[in-house]
């Protein structure tokens, strides 16, 4: 099961909808204005999805923040930078697809973020992406990945790419205790 998280059109809401692993809508879409760490910290208990958004970056940090881990999530930026250099892709169709797109259509660019001073420094949180733009993509990756020349593969490498997006996340959020004398002894 999946949950997609997306930006709302309403200012400070977003939209939560659960789809099933065919990449079909399996709830009604739902505003959350108040509690968005409530919202996903009762799904995740409930459904134990993959969650789905434009970057990790973008919404794992506050939600860290508020107390509420997720298992796995599909980081549709990190993803679509593996697919369109993939050359398991190249008969897919995801490349020109995406060059077809508007700037404003495209996943934020996954490469470095020039207002990133280090690794570990929290980039500000852009506008997002709006539902339909989140399942759009994610529609495309699960396409081009299940029509790859090596579907098994890319399906692996894009889930441990957006696993390695949560790690992050946690890592800036719980900070990285260092003594040089515990990592000598290792």
């Not at 980039?123 to 699960?142: F, H, I, S, T, Y």
């Not at 996340?169 to 004398?181: C, K």
Request: proline share 6%; net charge negative.
């Amino acid at each position: 099961m999946y949950a997609l998280l997306a930006t709302a059109a309403e200012p400070a809401a977003v939209e939560l909808q659960l789809w099933d692993d065919g990449g079909s809508p399996a709830s009604d879409v739902r505003k959350v204005a108040a509690s968005l760490a409530g919202a996903v910290r009762a799904t995740e208990r409930e459904h134990r999805p993959r969650w789905v958004w434009d970057r990790a970056q973008h919404w794992y940090p506050g939600l860290l923040a508020a107390g509420t881990r997720v298992e796995r999530c599909h980081d549709l930026a990190l993803c679509q930078a593996i697919l369109l250099h993939s050359q398991f892709t190249a008969g897919t169709g995801y490349r020109q697809r995406a060059r077809a797109l508007p700037p404003e259509d495209l996943p934020p660019a996954a490469g470095p973020d020039t207002a990133q001073g280090s690794l570990f420094d929290q980039p500000a949180r852009n506008a997002g992406w709006g539902l339909d733009a989140v399942a759009a993509e994610l529609a495309a990756q699960k396409t081009a990945i299940a029509s790859s020349t090596h579907p098994a593969r890319l399906s692996l490498l894009t889930t441990a790419e957006s696993a390695g997006a949560l790690v992050a996340a946690e890592m800036q959020n719980e900070g990285i205790p260092w003594r040089t004398d515990l990592h000598r002894a290792h």
